[in-house]
């Protein structure tokens, strides 16, 4: 036999047995959540035209994504990603609703990614999108549900660190960078390499006085504190208005109730280049990665042919399952089935007995008795 047909490509993963049971349930949990808040599913294509997922929507780079092409040539894309969809969607087929639209999802993206880390190249996801609201109140119900979401699937301990692109790109903006360099820095400051982003800053010109700006940047993270040292630092509208933003968004995070779960990070930068306010993160001990991403895209509709503001956010389930599994906080599964053995000669009755048992809901298969 040719073993080679048993193994899955790098990247991607069977999932079975009690593993997924668990992962079932945790999605079952958080879908009742989504749906709670007024999220109404909705479900769009696995693969879409390369054009939804462009390099103008600020989305996936093109060498990460998984691309093929149809009959008529076209070239399709695996989602790597599900915001370019909904937008899409919601312009499609929303396109003169005024009144805020909420959508909630589940389903898998596809990342062709190096095989660096053991990272899955194919994860779950589950979203919620809130359409046509721009609002501080609706980035406070994405943080409220993001928190509401992690505790239904069972996590205790984890915080969602909330940036804000705005007090970043208020700096740029200022210090006159082009587009090539902010996205440079950005990419350095993520990552924290700060030495590097002052090589760039000094080798590009940028004054002393900016430059001591946007290296700081990455050093705004903690409590609610950290707004006023920001706000402290820069004399720009742009980065002010972010500041006070997130302020207010502290408020009724407060109302809400969820603020011991919160803490800021200015220097919180996301690879998509579609975000225009607040992004924000969870994170959670026993994974590297975040289990919640999310922000708000207040121009990618616009891309599509519909003015609306929008936030939202996924969590990603597969880290999500690992963290819980690490915190031994695993939500627990019914996986008692009853099995029946017949013989050809007591086929009849025992197919009663298990139909009379699946009727009262117990979980009931039937299999032939193997002779010895
Ligand atoms: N699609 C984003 C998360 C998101 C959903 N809605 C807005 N942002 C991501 O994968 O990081």
């Known amino acids: 036999m040719n073993r080679q047909l048993l193994h899955t490509p790098e990247g991607v993963r069977d999932i079975y047995g009690k593993e997924y049971a668990r992962k079932l349930a945790v999605e079952e949990l958080i879908h009742g959540k989504l749906r709670l808040y007024g999220y109404q599913d909705i479900q769009t294509p696995t693969f879409e035209f390369f054009d939804v997922?462009?390099?103008?929507?600020?989305?996936?780079?093109?060498?990460?994504?998984?691309?093929?092409?149809?009959?008529?040539?076209?070239?399709?894309?695996?989602?790597?990603?599900?915001?370019?969809?909904?937008?899409?969607?919601?312009?499609?087929?929303?396109?003169?609703?005024?009144?805020?639209?909420?959508?909630?999802?589940?389903?898998?993206?596809?990342?062709?990614?190096?095989?660096?880390?053991?990272?899955?190249?194919?994860?779950?996801?589950?979203?919620?999108?809130?359409?046509?609201?721009?609002?501080?109140?609706?980035?406070?119900?994405?943080?409220?549900?993001?928190?509401?979401?992690?505790?239904?699937?069972?996590?205790?301990?984890?915080?969602?660190?909330?940036?804000?692109?705005?007090?970043?790109?208020?700096?740029?903006?200022?210090?006159?960078?082009?587009?090539?360099?902010?996205?440079?820095?950005?990419?350095?400051?993520?990552?924290?390499?700060?030495?590097?982003?002052?090589?760039?800053?000094?080798?590009?010109?940028?004054?002393?006085?900016?430059?001591?700006?946007?290296?700081?940047?990455?050093?705004?993270?903690?409590?609610?504190?950290?707004?006023?040292?920001?706000?402290?630092?820069?004399?720009?509208?742009?980065?002010?208005e972010a500041i006070g933003r997130l302020e207010k968004l502290y408020h009724v995070l407060k109302s809400y109730g969820v603020e011991?779960?919160?803490?800021?990070?200015?220097?919180?930068?996301?690879k998509y280049h579609y975000y225009t306010g607040i992004i924000f993160k969870a994170y959670t001990y026993g994974v590297g990665e975040p289990v919640v991403k999310g922000g708000r895209y207040d121009r990618l509709l616009g891309y599509f042919g519909k003015k609306a503001p929008a936030i939202g956010f996924v969590v990603v389930v597969d880290d999500l399952m690992s963290a819980l599994e690490r915190q031994k906080a695993h939500v627990g599964v019914e996986d008692d089935i009853k099995i029946l053995t017949y013989h050809a000669s007591d086929y009849e009755e025992k197919l009663s007995k298990a139909k009379a048992l699946r009727a009262k809901g117990i979980r009931t298969a039937l299999r032939p008795m193997t002779e010895p």
């Open 53 to 240: 997922f462009s390099k103008e929507i600020g989305a996936t780079p093109s060498r990460e994504l998984y691309k093929f092409f149809d009959k008529e040539g076209n070239t399709l894309v695996l989602r790597p990603d599900f915001t370019p969809s909904m937008a899409r969607c919601a312009a499609k087929y929303f396109m003169d609703e005024d009144v805020p639209i909420r959508f909630c999802y589940a389903g898998n993206t596809f990342t062709n990614t190096g095989n660096l880390q053991g990272k899955l190249k194919e994860v779950t996801q589950m979203g919620a999108e809130l359409i046509g609201d721009g609002s501080v109140e609706a980035d406070g119900e994405m943080i409220a549900l993001v928190v509401e979401s992690l505790l239904s699937a069972g996590l205790k301990e984890f915080q969602v660190s909330i940036g804000q692109m705005e007090y970043f790109k208020g700096i740029c903006t200022q210090a006159g960078l082009d587009e090539q360099t902010e996205n440079e820095l950005r990419e350095l400051i993520s990552g924290k390499n700060i030495f590097g982003a002052e090589e760039l800053l000094t080798g590009r010109g940028v004054a002393e006085s900016y430059c001591r700006m946007l290296l700081k940047v990455s050093e705004h993270f903690g409590s609610v504190e950290v707004l006023g040292e920001a706000k402290e630092l820069v004399d720009n509208s742009r980065s002010l």
């Open 260 to 270: 011991k779960y919160v803490s800021f990070d200015l220097g919180m930068l996301s």
